[in-house]
């Protein structure tokens, strides 16, 4: 079955404490991406990759870092969490990019940060 | 200052009404989407429009993208109560390819 998947769903951490949430796909997709979703914010981009060793910043970098060492797999890391990092995280894939970016979304982590 | 907007920002309909959404931004866009989400559960992709003036068909919805591309709408006819959920507009700015902005979407709840 072709997905999306983020690990873990729930998570709840304290202020500073490393973590990373995993987000794989099995599409082949080039393009990935991961958002922030809060309330009368929507949904917000963090960072997202065109393809293997290739990440750009999205709207809303600051705090976190990414890698993609291979085409199925963008971690998303928070070397140092802080509570105003509590959120709904989604990671999302595409085939490719550009023009038509449609994405396939992973079911969501929630964080929250102590 | 969000860069795409929608209305309204909530919807409560009876089944059987038709309704329409707006998503709308002074920038132009690329192509736009729109996706469904549910309550805990990630956005699902409707449809893409791409072309200036595009109108696509997906049973009982109906998304035009403007002229311009600046702009699109969701038409839904006969709303039943599985049509419930955040709908969310999306799209990749022509001045910033790769990023992409989302609207902050039009809750819509149709009532049995």
């Known amino acids: 079955e072709a997905q999306v998947t983020q690990n873990p769903r729930y998570l709840i951490t304290v202020t500073g404490k490393k973590l990373t949430v995993t987000c794989s796909q099995n599409m082949n997709h080039e393009y990935m991406s991961w958002y922030r979703q809060d309330p009368g914010l929507g949904l917000r981009q963090i960072y997202y990759s065109m393809n293997v060793e290739v990440t750009d910043k999205g709207d809303v970098p600051e705090g976190y870092k990414v890698s993609r060492k291979e085409k199925r797999n963008f971690p998303l890391i928070l070397e140092s969490p802080s509570p105003n990092q509590t959120s709904l995280y989604f990671c999302?894939?595409?085939?490719?990019?550009?023009?038509?970016?449609?994405?396939?979304f992973g079911p969501g982590t929630r964080l929250t940060v102590t | 200052t969000q860069l795409l907007e929608q209305s309204p920002q909530f919807l409560s309909i009876q089944e059987g009404e038709n309704l329409t959404v707006y998503c709308n931004s002074s920038s132009v866009f690329s192509s736009l989407q729109w996706y469904r989400q549910e309550p805990g559960e990630g956005p699902v992709l409707l449809v893409t429009v791409v072309t200036g003036g595009e109108v696509k068909k997906l049973k009982r919805l109906t998304f035009q993208f403007g002229d311009a591309r600046k702009d699109s709408s969701l038409h839904i006819t006969a709303a039943q109560p599985g049509d419930t959920g955040l709908y969310l507009c999306?799209?990749?700015?022509?001045?910033?390819?790769?990023?992409?902005?989302f609207g902050p979407g039009t809750s819509l709840s149709v009532i049995p």
């Open positions: 999306a799209g990749a700015l022509v001045t910033s390819y790769d990023k992409v902005i």
């Open positions: 999302a894939s595409s085939l490719n990019g550009r023009p038509s970016y449609e994405q396939y």
